[in-house]
């Protein structure tokens, strides 16, 4: 059953160093104040996955937090490369990161074996990819009913999985309303997890007016639920605030500076203990 904690509280109790931590949210909701509460704790040596990691994995690989990256995508969304990752990879600052990356329905698949207890997920896919040359997490299996040629990866199982969504209630369940991402999944699949909030109610079965897409994640799959208002930002959450486009563009010229990045992260998350 989940509890309720501050993030501070959650992040030190659930995250240890040299764990596989998956962070999710697909176009909002993504986890940054849950991410900065990383940093600020100085977690050290994780393994990082993300389905299309983006600023958030670029500011804790950056602070020197991951040691290695699992992903199908990464970037600036809309803007360009994530410098803090390509320093990393390419020239080894703060320290070398290792990458594997997989196909975005890889990926997926991968969440959802793990959600189920699988240890792999079956796929029609990488025909004609170099993915399988640089990833050695890709085999290739022969259906025994069919005698298809079928695309095999290891199911994902993080140490600790976190989101951020719109409500929770005092019995830890979750709402997450809008764009669906594999939230679900990555809590399923976890041994423990986190999830942020905007805000927490008393009862979220007489809550009125549910979008049709809601996804509820019950309290019982969660460890912990902390409230941080403001806590996707600069992402969007649907019904509480907007995308900072902005700040977007911004962070590639923050980013691509060792200096400018690391006087950002000490002005903005070291030094501001909450969301930045």
């Not at 990458?99 to 896919?125: K, N, Q």
């Not at 909030?197 to 969660?222: F, K, M, Q, R, S």
Request: charged share 25%.
């Amino acid at each position: 059953m989940a509890e309720l904690l501050s993030l501070h509280d959650a992040v030190a109790r659930y995250v240890e160093d040299g764990a596989t931590v998956a962070m999710e949210g697909f176009t909002h909701l993504i986890p940054f104040a849950a991410g900065h509460e990383v940093i600020r704790q100085r977690k050290r040596d994780l393994t990082l996955i993300r389905m299309t990691p983006d600023l958030v994995y670029d500011q804790m690989i950056g602070a020197g937090c991951a040691r290695k990256v699992i992903f199908s995508w990464g970037g600036n969304p809309g803007v360009g490369s994530l410098h803090r990752l390509r320093d990393a990879v390419e020239k080894g600052w703060p320290h070398k990161v290792e990458i594997l990356e997989h196909s975005h329905a890889a990926m997926a698949c991968a969440f959802d074996a793990g959600a189920a207890g699988l240890p792999l997920a079956v796929l029609r896919g990488y025909v004609g990819s170099e993915l399988p040359s640089v990833n050695d997490q890709i085999k290739f299996i022969e259906c025994p009913f069919t005698g298809e040629r079928l695309a095999a990866v290891p199911s994902v199982r993080p140490d600790v999985s976190i989101v951020h969504a719109q409500k929770a209630d005092r019995a830890g369940n979750v709402l997450v309303e809008g764009i669906i991402g594999v939230q679900k999944e990555a809590v399923l699949a976890a041994k423990k997890s986190i999830v942020t909030v905007e805000e927490i109610v008393e009862d979220l079965t007489t809550e009125p007016d549910y979008h049709p897409n809601a996804c509820i994640i019950p309290g019982w799959a969660i460890s912990a639920v902390a409230v941080a208002e403001k806590g996707s930002y600069p992402s969007y959450a649907h019904g509480y605030y907007p995308r900072d486009n902005r700040f977007y563009k911004e962070w590639d010229a923050i980013a691509r500076d060792r200096d400018a990045f690391t006087a950002w992260i000490e002005d903005n998350v070291m030094n501001a203990g909450g969301n930045a």
